[in-house]
Nanobody, 128 residues
Framework: QMQLVESGGGLVQAGGSLRLSCAASRYTYNYDTYCMGWLRQTPGQEREGVAAIGGDDSTFDIASVKGGFSVSRDNAKYTAHLDMNNLQPEDTAMYFC????????????????????WGQGTQVTVSS
């Protein structure tokens, strides 16, 4: 089963930047074909899709982060990234990366139930 490990979270002041990384277990079959997503969750809230990238490098990010967040992937290294700029306190959350073998092209953030592999999450805290 695929394993994902996130890194790069931390505490940052409003207006600052962070880069989250997601490393997939090596030799993951068809890793480069399918979707990697980034989702976030705050206590008591449902998990929210933030950005996703398809196997064809199509991308989508939600309106509230558009222009500030950028998703990318390096298939040779089985790694995906979420670059977050101009962070605001409302971006504070646990961030998860996830993999879906049911989505190749991205036109929207896939529903949470289409992701079958998840990382353990990395905490992002933005102070005002």
């Amino acid at each position: 089963q695929m394993q994902l490990v996130e890194s790069g979270g931390g505490l940052v002041q409003a207006g600052g930047s962070l880069r989250l990384s997601c490393a997939a277990s090596r030799y993951t079959y068809n890793y480069d074909t399918y979707c990697m997503g980034w989702l976030r969750q705050t206590p008591g809230q449902e998990r929210e899709g933030v950005a996703a990238i398809g196997g064809d490098d199509s991308t989508f990010d939600i309106a509230s982060v558009k222009g500030g967040f950028s998703v990318s992937r390096d298939n040779a290294k089985y790694t995906a990234h979420l670059d977050m700029n101009n962070l605001q306190p409302e971006d504070t959350a646990m961030y998860f990366c996830a993999f879906s073998s049911r989505v190749m092209n991205i036109q929207n953030i896939p529903p949470v139930n289409l992701f079958e592999a998840w990382g353990q999450g990395t905490q992002v805290t933005v102070s005002s």
